[in-house]
């Protein structure tokens, strides 16, 4: 059985880089690698437990799946073919989608929103492709706004790497949306300016007019998800998003599914991007796990092999959170009120670690005693 943490599987794939040089320079891939962007590293506080119901901190399961899945080109490319128009995908080398790392979300609104930057050619100049998941029931009535500054800082990092630019590169902004609702904000920024419509038509010419690309997985039918021509790891994913959250029926809906479940195992990379699936599906949805180990071995002995050391991981998890929680406890009673990021610490330790320090917290006649 694999000991690692689910986080490794939803955020991890390579060693960490940042390479702010790739942004705009033509630095193409000859054809796109079947691996999500490194540089998203697990949080260091604030993980979910192996509770269906994870608490909020900086990466969220809908987050990691989104950034994990989708972060790989093979499988954005397809999601893009799907969901631009056809002359707009025509123009556009998605057989050469490059990621670029990063996050140009506001921090305050990391909860809600996650986002993926790429990058291909487009007749010869550079193009970007800005992809933004929406992942909370209700609408944000700002949407546009929030896109048109997200965009400004694209181009923000653009010339400050190419800072004798005197053009900019396009960047196509599409929302992913996956509340259960359907979406009703507006999607261009001219419907956020507060003018009657014979204002706005005086003054259009002096108004910012853009508009992002709405994918509402709410209005989107399930059969529709499965003639989008996806691959099979994004299909599953996006279904995921729009199905599993707090449902307790998910492993029945899934099984006509089981040949698409099947083919995102076997996919290149399909290991790792089916447990941290598997592991998305523990974290949001309130399927009894029985049902879910079923549906595993029902698609073939790796499947349910990857079960199983996603469901170790999970307890593992779990009983490390409880030992940090409990150690939190004991510090606060013995110590009075800790220091603001002594928690986050704790929390973001290995599990020897933490009983490391619970041991000397026994004897510690002083706070500093125990994390000497």
């Known amino acids: 059985m694999i000991s690692l943490s689910p986080w490794h599987f939803l955020t991890n794939t390579a060693t960490p880089r940042w390479c702010r040089s790739n942004i705009g320079a ?6 796109m690698t079947n691996q999500a962007d490194p540089g998203d590293s697990p949080p260091p506080a604030g993980r979910p437990s192996a509770g269906r119901k994870p608490p909020g901190g900086p990466l969220t399961p809908h987050d990691s799946v989104f950034r994990r899945v989708l972060g790989v080109p093979e499988n954005m490319a397809s999601q893009l073919r799907a969901v631009l128009p056809p002359d707009a995908a025509a123009r556009l080398d998605l057989g050469r989608l490059a990621r670029v790392p ?8 990391k909860w809600r929103h996650s986002d993926l930057l790429f990058t291909a050619p487009l007749a010869g100049r550079d193009a970007f492709i800005y992809v933004l998941v929406e992942h909370q ?40 949306h996956q509340g259960p609702g359907r979406w009703n904000s507006p999607e261009q920024m001219l419907d956020l300016i507060d003018l009657d419509p014979v204002g706005k038509k005086v003054l259009q010419d002096w108004l910012p007019s853009f508009r992002y690309l709405l994918d509402d997985l709410a209005a989107t039918g399930t059969g529709q998800l499965r003639d989008r021509g996806l691959t099979p790891q994004a299909l599953v994913t996006l279904l995921l998003l729009k199905t599993a959250p707090g449902n307790p029926q998910l492993p029945a809906e899934l099984r006509p599914w089981a040949s698409q479940l099947r083919a995102a195992l ?13 592991t998305y599906i523990e974290l949001v949805s309130e399927a009894p796990a029985s049902e879910l180990h079923d549906l595993a071995a029902s698609l073939g002995p790796d499947a349910e092999e990857a079960y199983m050391t996603t469901a170790e991981m999970l307890r593992t998890e779990g009983r490390a959170e409880g030992l940090a929680e409990a150690l939190v406890q004991v510090l606060t ?16 330790a290995s599990s020897g670690q933490v009983q490391e320090w619970t041991a000397r917290a026994i004897t510690a006649e002083k706070l500093d005693e125990v994390f000497s």
């Open 102 to 109: 990063g996050s140009f979300v506001d921090e305050a609104l």
């Open 26 to 31: 033509r630095r193409y891939a000859a054809g």
């Open 137 to 176: 029931s209700s609408n944000d009535p700002l949407m546009a706004f929030r896109m048109l500054r997200y965009i400004t800082r694209i181009w923000d990092r653009y010339l400050d790497d190419h800072p004798h630019a005197r053009q900019l590169p396009p960047v196509i902004p599409v929302v992913i």
């Open 333 to 348: 009673i013995k110590f009075g009120t800790l220091p603001e990021d002594l928690p986050a610490k704790v929390r973001a």
């Open 266 to 278: 076997d996919q290149p990379g399909g290991g790792e991007a089916f447990i941290a699936l598997l």
